[in-house]
């Protein structure tokens, strides 16, 4: 789990394919690694990834077919920079919200525009994910954990602070960059507890608008 705070900018130092997908070495900057053993996990951009050697200055990590596929990971390249977060501990503040480093999606940079000395952006999301998006919500967008200030439709607005913009790479953001998203946890447990029993039933995909209504919640 991770909380969405950044801790540190690092840079994709190598990505060398390996039967079918990558293993990656991410040099992690000032991100303090002495308290990371092999096996544990570190957020890049937003994706949990495994440390599999830790040669000092950095590590390596495993990247699946099913990172490359579901993430804009395959959009890096050898000296792109990327968002770091190290897993959080019993004692980690929770400055942001839950995060599991499992990304719902990729979503893109519609639009950037100055707002007083922060960033304005519109996101767009993909639309399986727009049901879980909501006004003063929260969001991941590669790995940082950011206040929905807008919604319309499957696109959403955030407001970029100057710190944010500091500590992370979205000073780097410009219209059609694919960006990392997951969702509120929450959002996704109250969907699924919603089914109650048909939770259970292959078909069970989610709530529909016919699902809402036989179950009272929508007025005829």
Partial sequence: MFTG???A????RA????????RVYVATGKLDLGDVKLGDSIAVNGTCLTAVELPGDGFWADV???????????????GSPVNLEKALTPTTRLGGHLVSGHVDGVGE??????????????????RELAKYIALKGSITVDGVSLTV???????????IVPHTLQETIMADYRSGRRVNLEVDLLARYLERLLLGDKAAEPAAAGIT???LAEHGFLKG
Avoid: Y
């Fill in 109 to 126: 940079i519609v639009s950037r525009a100055d707002n007083a000395r922060a960033i304005q952006f519109r996101v767009r999301a993909p």
């Fill in 149 to 159: 200030n807008a919604v319309d439709g499957a696109d959403f607005e955030l407001t």
């Fill in 15 to 22: 990505m060398t394919p390996k039967g079918g997908d990558v």
């Fill in 9 to 12: 900018i690092g840079s994709i």
């Fill in 209 to 211: 608008e016919a699902f």
């Fill in 5 to 7: 705070i950044i801790e």
């Fill in 64 to 78: 699946s077919r099913e990172t490359l596929t579901r993430t804009a990971f395959g959009d890096l390249k050898v």
